[in-house]
């Protein structure tokens, strides 16, 4: 498999090697929360980490499914959770083969896509789709991460790998999505790049 093994990031977590943590959750999912436009549902939150999101969506009264690749960022979730006094499912899992029992609602999806290598995007968003009810919503931040030796040499750095807008629209198409018009929120990410958050329907 192409990219970056779950050792991998199983190292990071426990070398605290977690630049993208904020240690909170993103700004743009609390505005999407506090304006209403993201509302209590059965959701689901792919590769999170260290569970800020997911915290976050169950104090409001979401069912969530926190889903991850390592067994360090599970138990961080985990623990958070505890800590809160708050309960939610949280998975080890593959994204890319993982099931659900049953059609989420919609998908917080932050920081997986771009954690992925590119060869097994459409794969990733395939599953996504299959993953949602028809109408469900993925509310999603696109990493902005331009890199000299990608736009130039045609290289492919990461992670986080860039996920230029119009690839997206590629890997999301709209024969399966609804998009929005531009522009999109602009959100500041720590590691001096920025997101495009967007919700994406499911036709």
């Known amino acids: 498999?192409?990219?970056?093994?779950?050792?991998?990031?199983?190292?990071?977590f426990e070398n605290n090697e977690t630049g993208w943590d904020q240690g909170s959750p993103s700004p743009q999912l609390l505005a999407w929360l506090d304006s209403g436009?993201?509302?209590?549902?059965?959701?689901?939150?792919?590769?999170?980490?260290?569970?800020?999101?997911?915290?976050?969506?169950?104090?409001?009264a979401f069912e969530v499914t926190g889903i991850d690749y390592t067994s360090a960022a599970v138990e961080k979730t985990s623990e958070l959770l505890l800590r809160r006094t708050l309960r939610a499912e949280v998975i080890q899992a593959d994204v890319l083969s993982y099931q659900p029992k049953k059609h989420f609602d919609a998908i917080y999806e932050q920081t997986c896509l771009c954690a992925i290598h590119p060869d097994?995007?459409?794969q990733y968003a395939s599953q996504l789709r299959e993953w949602l009810k028809p109408?469900?919503?993925?509310?999603?931040?696109?990493m902005q991460m331009i890199r000299p030796a990608a736009s130039e040499q045609g290289l492919i750095v990461g992670p986080p790998f860039h996920?230029?807008?119009?690839?997206?629209?590629?890997?999301?198409?709209?024969s399966y999505w609804?998009?929005?018009?531009?522009?999109?929120?602009?959100?500041?990410?720590?590691?001096?790049?920025?997101e495009l958050g967007l919700q994406?329907?499911?036709?």
């Open 120 to 122: 097994h995007w459409f």
């Open 1 to 12: 498999m192409a990219g970056p093994t779950p050792e991998f990031w199983q190292q990071r």
């Open 135 to 142: 109408g469900g919503s993925l509310w999603v931040l696109f």
């Open 178 to 194: 609804v998009w929005p018009k531009p522009p999109y929120a602009r959100v500041p990410h720590p590691n001096l790049a920025h």
């Open 200 to 203: 994406l329907v499911r036709r």
């Open 37 to 60: 436009e993201l509302h209590p549902c059965r959701i689901c939150v792919p590769g999170c980490g260290s569970g800020w999101e997911v915290a976050e969506l169950t104090k409001r």
């Open 163 to 174: 996920c230029d807008i119009n690839a997206m629209r590629a890997l999301f198409p709209d």
